[in-house]
Nanobody, 117 residues
Framework: VQLQASGGGLVQAGGSLRLSCAAS???????????MAWYRQAPGKQRELVAR???????NYADSMKGRFTISRDNARKTVYLQMNSLKPEDTAVYYC?????????WGQGTLVTVSS
């Protein structure tokens, strides 16, 4: 599964961004059963889970993102989104898209989000 992440950029604190992750080469029967997630890695820190959405559309979020970030998926477009609101400088990181099924993980190339104070 090839994942293409996009939507990162520079934003001021308090602003919003929407990240997209497209599995455009996957057919629906491959994409739909995937559990999708966003992770992030800040400089000098370990990669951490941001949000996850299962194939059944159940969601969970890291505590620091609850109420500010929303993950969603559009199976028809084979795309998962991360809407990020009320961004803080500490949200600055490279954001990675992840797909998982049956223990097999696939990663996108990452998109950089920079939040200025």
């Amino acid at each position: 599964v090839q994942l293409q992440a996009s939507g990162g950029g520079l934003v001021q604190a308090g602003g919003s961004l929407r990240l997209s992750c497209a599995a455009s080469r996957a057919i629906s029967s491959v994409f739909n059963p995937l559990n999708m997630a966003w992770y992030r890695q800040a400089p000098g820190k370990q990669r951490e889970l941001v949000a996850r959405i299962t194939s059944g559309r159940s969601t969970n979020y890291a505590d620091s993102m609850k109420g500010r970030f929303t993950i969603s998926r559009d199976n028809a477009r084979k795309t998962v989104y991360l809407q990020m609101n009320s961004l803080k400088p500490e949200d600055t990181a490279v954001y990675y898209c992840n797909a998982e099924r049956n223990g097999n993980n696939y990663w996108g190339q990452g998109t950089l989000v920079t939040v200025s104070s």
